[in-house]
């Protein structure tokens, strides 16, 4: 909404706004570019426009949303998922998410679930027995040593200090 209000403000008309995407009803020239770029970087936005930074950055939303949206309910393996919603070959997401990021998507997608653990920990609604079946871990035990491998902290010391430990999710 703010994308698509400040877009608006500035004189642009969105017609269709999601996660990572905008589409205008109009071309855009290099200087109105710029100027979207400028106003939307006051917000913490980042305007992307060539096709690599747009894939990495849908390569993020799908991870995001699948995650965070849909209580990681993964049919698949990540990367027949990625692969079929992008249509593009696992391999060539991959090598390219890597080169651009400095991460695989696999530890990308880690540090996704293990924010959302540690929501969930806060919010203190579910066993960890139940955050680890509705995230898709095998056991509460895996589920634990990555928490504590990319926290440093275990999950039930996690959720005793409660403090501020959450990331948002662009800082992921």
Do not use: C, W
């Not at 100027?35 to 990495?56: A, E, M, V």
Request: aromatic share 10%.
């Amino acid at each position: 909404m703010v994308v698509k209000n400040e877009l608006e403000k500035i004189g642009f008309e969105p017609f269709n706004v999601r996660l990572g995407e905008v589409e205008l009803s109009q071309e855009l020239s290099a200087s109105d570019k710029d100027r979207i770029n400028k106003h939307l970087q006051t917000f913490g936005f980042k305007f992307i426009d060539d096709k690599r930074s747009r894939l990495i950055g849908q390569i993020k939303s799908s991870i995001i949303e699948l995650v965070h949206q849909q209580n990681s309910k993964l049919k698949t393996n990540l990367s027949e998922f990625l692969s079929s919603k992008l249509s593009h070959d696992y391999t060539y997401l991959s090598k390219l998410f890597s080169e651009v990021e400095g991460t695989t998507i696999e530890k990308y997608f880690i540090a996704q679930k293990i924010e959302k653990v540690k929501e969930l920990l806060v919010y203190d609604e579910l066993s960890l027995s139940q955050i680890a079946f509705q995230l898709n871990y095998s056991s509460v035990a895996h589920l634990s040593n990555q928490f504590k491998k990319v926290t440093g902290l275990t999950p039930s010391h996690f959720k005793n200090i409660k403090s501020d430990k959450r990331k948002p999710l662009d800082e992921v």
